[in-house]
């Protein structure tokens, strides 16, 4: 069985950084795309940013200049390094992969963890 586990979030002030970071365990062989999403109250779930097994990102304009995503393969890990943050980043974060486990081809999702900007 394959986990993701976010941690890193946290309260935060605006203009401040935070590091989230996203565990995958289990029994993986492959881990292609990873991915940043976002959640706030009343809102739909929102991509933020890819990164491929190559290293290939790709940002939503929301963040671009501001978040940085990256990945360290030898532990089945994304990053998501946010800096200027705003009271608008507020909202769950979650992470996808894209994960092969010897059988099954599938997205992962983990649990999500709450970051929170004060103004």
């Known amino acids: 069985q394959v986990q993701l586990v976010e941690s890193g979030g946290g309260l935060v002030q605006a203009g401040g950084s935070l590091r989230l970071s996203c565990a995958a365990s289990?029994?993986?062989?492959?881990?292609?795309?990873m991915r940043w999403f976002r959640q706030a109250p009343g809102k739909q779930r929102e991509l933020l940013a890819t990164i491929t097994r190559g290293d290939t990102t790709n940002y939503a304009d929301s963040v671009k200049g501001r978040f940085t995503i990256s990945r360290d393969n030898a532990k089945n890990t994304v990053y998501l390094q946010m800096n200027s943050l705003k009271p608008e980043d507020a909202a769950v974060y979650y992470c996808?992969?894209?994960?092969?486990?010897?059988?099954?081809?599938?997205?992962?999702w983990g649990s999500g963890t709450q970051v929170t900007v004060s103004s």
């Open positions: 996808n992969a894209d994960i092969f486990d010897s059988s099954t081809f599938r997205t992962y």
């Open positions: 289990g029994s993986i062989v492959n881990i292609n795309a």
